[in-house]
């Protein structure tokens, strides 16, 4: 059964507006640039990086933060912070909305997502997810024992690991339910682990469908992608950091998702989930 997530109303339909291409080609072009000079910037320090400090990325990993925070500030997508983020390894978990969540999360708080097994076989970007120290899991319950002690080797080196419950992106307007899974594999992790729920709630540039920045069902990446760097006016989405949780006041893994996803579903407008 798939897990992609489809409206029951189609996807809205923007107009190019003039000068689309020229606005296209100046952020990418830019996007592009800084993109290479942090993947260069990466492939050299790594090797002695891992040498030196192990699973510990105390260098390549600002190197990461500021690439994605430069891609959002290209685009002009007016990014706030609300809450506290959490300090110290555990795990964050946020509502999906768009390809753009990665760029988002990852310019303002170190973390390091957890992503389905078959990312890393996608051209390009599996090779990308790799080299910033993404963790790919399979859903496999035989493998159940052995992604826990992954999850435990990179806590204990002091990463914030983050994941999307809902299991697929949306139209931004909603909250999906969340999948347990890997809950259960965070409960395995001690007692002091902790899980700080975080809402993204993306604003519509004046004028456009409030869905824009909503990338879900059949949609093509790159006409998605093309979409957004060509838009005359970007809006603004808020990153909402919600208290953290202790794993281990919850008896199980479903009460502890279930926590999580009323907390995220909780900072999103009233009038935007239904």
């Known amino acids: 059964m798939s897990m ?25 072009g830019r996007i592009l640039a800084v993109i290479g000079a942090g993947l260069l910037l990466t492939l050299l320090l790594r090797l002695p990086e891992r040498t030196l400090h192990g699973m510990q990325r105390p260098w390549t990993q600002p190197v990461t ?19 506290r983020p959490m300090t110290g390894p555990g795990a ?3 509502n999906h ?6 760029f988002v999360l990852n310019a303002r708080k170190r973390v390091y997502f957890v992503s389905k097994a078959e990312v890393a076989g996608w051209p390009g970007i599996g090779f990308l997810a790799r080299l910033v120290g993404t ?29 999307f419950p809902e299991g697929s992106s949306t139209d931004g307007l909603r909250v999906l339910p969340f999948r347990s899974t890997l809950f259960e594999a965070l409960r395995g992790l001690g007692p002091q682990t902790r899980v700080q729920p975080v809402t993204l709630v993306y604003e ?3 004028g456009t469908d409030p869905r824009f920045y909503g990338w879900w069902g059949d949609m093509e990446f790159g ?27 919850f008896p199980d893994r479903k ?8 907390a995220v579903r909780a900072g999103l407008p009233p009038a935007a989930a239904p």
């Not at 507006?17 to 100046?26: F, K, Y």
């Open 223 to 249: 006409a998605h992608l093309l979409q957004v760097l060509g838009a005359p006016r970007q809006g603004r989405v808020r990153v909402i950091c919600h208290a953290p949780l202790g794993v281990a006041d």
């Open 135 to 163: 963790i790919f899991i399979r859903r496999d319950p035989r493998e159940a024992r052995a992604q826990t002690a992954l999850l435990a080797a990179r806590l204990a080196a002091g990463h914030r690991l983050l994941f």
């Open 97 to 102: 909305v768009s390809w753009l969540d990665i």
């Open 255 to 262: 009460a502890l998702a279930l926590a999580c996803e009323r």
């Open 92 to 94: 964050v978990v946020a």
């Open 204 to 206: 519509a540039p004046p």
């Open 4 to 28: 992609t997530w489809r409206s029951d109303a189609p996807p809205p339909v923007v107009e190019r507006a003039p000068g689309h291409w020229r606005r296209l080609l100046w952020r990418g």
């Open 65 to 83: 933060v500021w690439v994605m925070g430069r891609v959002v500030a290209i685009l002009g997508l007016d990014l706030t912070l609300e809450g």
